[in-house]
């Protein structure tokens, strides 16, 4: 499998450097210390109820940010599969959210990003069936974000417009800003490079003890690991894996096309190492199934550790550190969601 995709890689970056459509940067499959095969368990309990956009766990649970008629996050059990309650209930009133939300925790206690309100609020460990927060962060700087993490005692956003990242303190109010994109030769203009690689598809976490930011990007696959100290953030390595192969418009613009590479999607860290789902296959294949066939996992010195094939694919994922082991989504044959999990 890595043969033939540093074979295909190697055509296409030929291809497009022919065609002026990319950029002379070097991007190189990486060389892994451990190739590992994995077949998960599956947990054939209950079923997410809608479309899984994210998950963690949590103790004895994982939390999917998925929406179905009443709640924005569902709640299961990791052991049994078995469907807990919902949470972030849909709607305008007190302890409501009327559209997609964020989450995370800070310890024991939950927070939930309202995205049109720019709030997070707080909950207590008892979060199940308790709808009032007992604190709420107005967050400044944007009139959007499309990503938050825990910053010490703030946030880093990723805003829908403007800057690439803002560090918010504990009120919510900017104390810092990363404004710096990936250079690409073919594209002098930083703004056409976020809206085409990096507006709602490349995603980003943080280190648990908040030294280190990872981004990640969807279109090609370019990860970068950025080092954090107090209101700054400065960029330690870039990694290109596979070039964007970008489509340029009439108007001079650029956007992905069936023929793009499809890099990387839900990042989650642990303090040794960050874990991604990687595809490596065009946009066009992609759609068939909508998921990847590896985990990739990096240090954070951006040297290549171990992948994971998973036999079945993988849609989303989570780290349970305590088990050693990662929960996952994948779709079984009739092309549900289904709960699965493999030991690390």
Known sequence: MKKSLILLFSLVLISCNSKDSADSETYTMPVFKQELSVTPKYIHKDKPLAQIFYMQVYKDYLLFKSSDENNLVQLFNKNTGEYVAGIAPRGRGAGEYPMTVNFFFLGDTLCVYDRQQLVVNYYESDFVGNRIPFKRIQIEGANGFLQIV?????????????VRFIIQDETGKQIGKYIHYPNFNAINDSSIVRNA????????????????????????AIIEIFSLSGNKISLDKEIRLLPPTLLKRKDNSYTTSD?????????????????????????????????????????????????????????????????QRIFLITYDQDGDEIIGYFNL
Do not use: M
Not at 150 to 162: A, D, E, L
Not at 197 to 217: N, Q, R
Not at 279 to 285: A, F, P, Q
């Open 150 to 162: 825990p910053y010490k005692r703030g946030f880093i956003t990723v805003p829908t417009k403007g």
């Open 197 to 220: 690689l990096f507006t709602g598809s490349h995603e980003v976490d943080i280190k648990p003890d908040h030294t280190k930011l990872v981004s990640a990007t969807f279109a090609g």
């Open 259 to 323: 023929e793009s590479f499809v890099g990387f999607w839900n990042i989650h860290t642990t303090d040794d190492y960050i874990y991604l789902i990687f595809s490596g296959k065009t946009l066009k294949d992609h759609k068939k199934h909508r998921c990847g066939d590896f985990i990739y996992v990096y240090d954070w010195e951006g040297n290549p550790i171990k992948s994971y094939k998973i036999n079945g694919g993988i849609y989303r994922f989570t780290i349970d550190e305590a088990q």
